[in-house]
Nanobody, 120 residues
Framework: QVQLVESGGGLVPAGGSLRLSCTAS????????MAWFRQAPGKEREFVAA?????????FYADSVKGRFTISRDNAKNTVYLQLNSLKPEDTAVYYC????????????WGQGTQVTVSS
C-alpha cells in the first residue's frame, strides 16, 4: 500500500497560481504512475494530469488544463507537484492525488484531497 498526503490548496483570485504537493510513503518502489484528479461540487471526479513515477516521461494532461497546469515529480522527496497557473473559477474543486501500482490497471491509492477555490 501507498499513503498519499496532499497539501497546497487555498483561495486565489482568477488569474492566480497555486502549487499542490503530494507526498507518498509506504511501497513507493511499487508505484508506476501518479496522477491528479479533481472533483467540483455536483460533478464527477475528473482526470487532470499524470506522470510516470519511475522515469518522469509519459506526461498527460486533460485538455481543459493544457498550457496552464504542470505536473512534475521529485523522487528523492517522494513528492509529485501540480503547478496551477492562470486559474479560472471553473478550476474550483477538491484536488486528489492518486497512485497506480505496477501491474494494476487502476489508481488504487488516493489522498484525502485539498481544496482549491478560485474567486472571480
Amino acid at each position: 500500500q501507498v499513503q498519499l498526503v496532499e497539501s497546497g490548496g487555498g483561495l486565489v483570485p482568477a488569474g492566480g497560481s497555486l502549487r499542490l504537493s503530494c507526498t507518498a510513503s509506504g511501497r513507493t518502489v511499487s508505484m508506476d504512475d501518479m496522477a491528479w484528479f479533481r472533483q467540483a461540487p455536483g460533478k464527477e471526479r475528473e482526470f487532470v494530469a499524470a506522470v510516470n513515477w519511475r522515469y518522469g516521461g509519459r506526461i498527460f494532461y486533460a485538455d481543459s488544463v493544457k498550457g496552464r497546469f504542470t505536473i512534475s515529480r521529485d523522487n528523492a522527496k517522494n513528492t509529485v507537484y501540480l503547478q496551477l497557473n492562470s486559474l479560472k473559477p471553473e478550476d474550483t474543486a477538491v484536488y486528489y492525488c492518486a497512485g497506480r501500482l505496477t501491474g494494476s490497471s487502476t489508481y488504487d491509492n488516493w489522498g484525502q484531497g485539498t481544496q482549491v477555490t478560485v474567486s472571480s
